[in-house]
């Protein structure tokens, strides 16, 4: 027997869809419901087979619901989920899977209903491609999501995400909301805005000369400009501390040039390599 009867997935675009996809793969519940507001986007997940029902409307998606992910641009997902949480069994338990956790966690936590549980997540599996037609089964395998409790947090419901993350192929790792923030800051949110200023300083001149490096550097700022603007209000002041690192550094390039300081730039540049070849492929 499938560990939930009922999975509601609250927006079936990239990660949502392959939440669906992972879950129906490997039998983690009974019925997998899509609920969002585009009927477009619940009609392609319901005929990909990433849901089996599709809602538009939250009583009939969470009325009976055990387990409950909400796949939403980040400043909507704490609304939602107190919303949504009203509508809920008792015992049913709330994740998401936002990019920053700081702001929705405290949001949540100050008004979500006794009778259920929240726990903040985020599976670090994204990519610059949307809707439901790029989700795949195997996303989340092998691949990091951070669960973000805090001492308010049931023990129990965490345990429970934690597994659920673990079922679709995660390897999951424990932060409070505001360490995640300070590290996504740094690891992928200023890595997407200095990819966007890359990309905005080609003039249209030069385009047929983008090959391969400038275009692998650049293709995370194909992302979804509304997106990536609300990751940056709501994670404002870790971004710019992440932005002082990377501007020191920068910094620190320039004087070398300026010097023709050619042991300083090799240097960095050894330090650099050194860094990226840890992180393997």
Known sequence: MPPYSVLTIVGVGLIGGSIGLAAKKRGLAGRVRGLGRSEVSLDKALARGQID?????????????????VCTPVDQIAGQVVRFAALCKPGAILTDAGSTK???????????????????????????KRGPEAAEPELFQNRWTVVTPTP?????????????????????????????????????????LVAAALAAALPADLHDLAATGFRDTTRIAAGDPGLWTAIFEHNRDAVLAALDKVEGRLVAFRQALVERDRNTLEQLLAQA????????N
């Open 152 to 192: 308010q947090t049931d023990a129990a419901a965490l345990a429970q995400v934690e597994r659920f993350w673990e079922a679709l192929g995660s390897r999951v790792k424990r932060l409070a909301p505001d360490e995640h923030d300070r590290a996504l800051a740094l690891t992928s949110h200023v890595p997407h």
């Open 53 to 69: 029902d599709k809602h538009l409307e939250p009583q009939d998606a969470l009325r009976d619901a055990d387990f409950v992910v």
């Open 273 to 280: 390599k050194k860094v990226r070849d840890a992180l393997g």
């Open 102 to 128: 700081a702001t929705i966690v405290a949001d949540v936590q100050r008004a979500l209903p006794g009778h259920v549980h929240f726990v903040g997540s985020h599976p670090l599996a994204g990519s610059e």
